[in-house]
């Protein structure tokens, strides 16, 4: 039986350990993954276009008070590509 000293008299640190075994559990639960669904992360493509359809996109864009990152995802959703509405939020305002 070991004992050790710490100011508060003696301690049976096998006690405690038999104590620890039978109310606490050895290792960790694993972190309930309820209704945690991870979103996909998105991807990045680069797409070159002409100046003036940049250009008509920012506008188009900004007139909607969207990011272009929207405007685009709304059109391909119309165009019948499954694109979700939270696929569309502004990630920057959540």
């Known amino acids: 039986m070991s004992k050790i000293k710490k100011g508060l008299g003696d301690i049976d640190t096998s006690a405690l350990g038999d104590f620890a075994a039978e109310n606490f559990p050895k290792t960790q639960p694993a972190k309930s993954k309820l209704n945690k669904e991870k979103p996909e992360k998105d991807v990045t493509i680069t797409l070159r276009i002409p100046p003036r359809i940049a ?24 165009m019948g590509i499954d694109v979700k509405d939270e696929d569309i939020a502004d990630r920057r305002k959540s």
Do not use: N, V
Not at 55 to 78: H, M, P, V
């Open 55 to 78: 250009k008509d996109l920012r506008i188009k864009a900004a007139t909607a008070d969207k990011t272009q990152r929207e405007f685009i995802l709304e059109g391909l959703k119309k």
